[in-house]
T-cell receptor
Framework: AQSVTQLGSHVSVSEGALVLLRCNYS??????LFWYVQYPNQGLQLLLK??????LVKGINGFEAEFKKSETSFHLTKPSAHMSDAAEYFC????????????FGSGTRLQVQP | NAGVTQTPKFRVLKTGQSMTLLCAQD?????MYWYRQDPGMGLRLIHY???????AKGEVPDGYNVSRLKKQNFLLGLESAAPSQTSVYFC????????????FGQGTRLTVV
């Protein structure tokens, strides 16, 4: 069985500060890992994905994440927060065979203070 | 290109009423999913389909039924709505092969009173 743990349901940073959202996963097979962003009253939009190629993955809007197998982590970072980054962020792990469904973490709501 | 479209976007039901949520995708994806989103719990898989005419249960299937009569459509039914089914429902699709991510609809906000 797969699982995802996101540490911190709420994270608040100042505009221009580093953003770090933590994600740890559990998987019995090599995982595919994803970060999705959800703006208020909208669906989920893909930020970036890891699918066993480069361990440092760059996504949209200046976000990146590093896959660390030894730590079973896939933390999301952005060097400088912008007000428009305020949203809820979900880490997810996918089965790369079979039904290929996503297992989601509980989400982290990011607030950006002016 | 519309992607994944869900209807309706909002609905209020009385306890015991029934309804069907429609998901349509125009990307020719084989796999389709229904998730529900509840505060502090992320998204949880209700049912899924790996192709036309096939469906299977996810982690939280009780109280829901699904059908996939056409490849592009995946219907989620509530036969007798309960307040515990108040949630936001998301449909998603993904192609069979490769490492492509899932594409999500905009969601349906359902309230059962």
């Amino acid at each position: 069985a797969q699982s995802v743990t996101q540490l911190g349901s709420h994270v608040s940073v100042s505009e221009g500060a580093l953003v770090l959202l933590r994600c740890n996963y559990s998987s019995s097979v090599p995982p595919y890992l994803f970060w999705y962003v959800q703006y208020p009253n909208q669906g989920l939009q893909l930020l970036l994905k890891y699918t066993s190629a480069a361990t440092l993955v760059k996504g949209i809007n200046g976000f990146e994440a590093e896959f660390k197998k030894s730590e079973t982590s896939f933390h999301l970072t952005k060097p400088s927060a912008h007000m428009s980054d305020a949203a809820e962020y979900f880490c997810a792990v996918s089965e790369n065979t079979g039904r290929r469904a996503l297992t989601f973490g509980s989400g982290t709501r990011l607030q950006v203070q002016p | 290109n519309a992607g994944v479209t869900q209807t309706p976007k909002f609905r209020v039901l009385k306890t015991g009423q029934s309804m069907t949520l429609l998901c349509a995708q125009d990307m020719n994806h084989e796999y389709m999913y229904w998730y529900r989103q509840d505060p502090g719990m992320g998204l949880r898989l209700i049912h899924y389909s790996v192709g036309e005419g096939t469906t299977a249960k996810g982690e939280v299937p009780d109280g829901y039924n699904v059908s996939r009569l056409k490849k592009q459509n995946f219907l989620l039914g509530l036969e007798s709505a309960a307040p515990s089914q108040t949630s936001v429902y998301f449909c998603a699709s993904t192609p069979r092969g490769g490492n492509t991510e899932a594409f999500f609809g905009q969601g349906t906000r359902l309230t059962v009173v």
